[in-house]
C-alpha cells in the first residue's frame, strides 16, 4: 500500500536548520509529483513547495522562499525539505504529499507528518 512517512521534525532556535525527510513506498515514486504542506496551530493546511517526476523544478511558497529547498532522490525513494533560517512562523507540523501531476489539489495520499517547532 502507498506509504509516507516523515521524519526530521524536532525543536529548533531561530535561525537554525532542519532537514525533513519523506520516505515514501509502496508505488513507483518516480511517477509521481510531490508536494510539501504544513499546518501550523490553529490554522489550515499551507502549501510549501512542489517538485516536479525528475526534481529539476521546484516552487516554493513566498513564505519559504529562499529558505526552504526541496530535493528527490528518486533512487532511494525519498523527498527531502531543506530548511535554513527558520522563523517561529514555521512552527507545523509538515507533511509531505504526492500528486499526479503539479495541480496541488490533485494530490492523493499524504504521511502522519513531522512536528517542526522554532523557539527559543
Known amino acids: 500500500q502507498v506509504q509516507l512517512v516523515e521524519s526530521g521534525g524536532g525543536l529548533v532556535q531561530p535561525g537554525g536548520s532542519l532537514r525533513l525527510s519523506c520516505a515514501a513506498s509502496?508505488?513507483?515514486?518516480?511517477?509521481?509529483?510531490m508536494f510539501w504542506v504544513r499546518q501550523a496551530p490553529g490554522k489550515g493546511l499551507e502549501w510549501v513547495s512542489t517538485?516536479?517526476?525528475?526534481?529539476?523544478?521546484?516552487v516554493y511558497a513566498d513564505s519559504v522562499l529562499g529558505r526552504f529547498t526541496a530535493s528527490r532522490d528518486n533512487a532511494v525513494n525519498t523527498l527531502y525539505l531543506q530548511m535554513n533560517s527558520l522563523k517561529s512562523e514555521d512552527t507545523a507540523v509538515y507533511y509531505c504529499?504526492?500528486?499526479?501531476?503539479?495541480?496541488?489539489?490533485?494530490?492523493?495520499?499524504w504521511g502522519q507528518g513531522t512536528q517542526v517547532t522554532v523557539s527559543s
Open positions: 504529499a504526492r500528486g499526479p501531476s503539479s495541480d496541488y489539489g490533485a494530490r492523493d495520499y
Open positions: 509502496g508505488f513507483t515514486f518516480s511517477n509521481y509529483w
Open positions: 517538485i516536479d517526476i525528475g526534481g529539476g523544478n521546484t
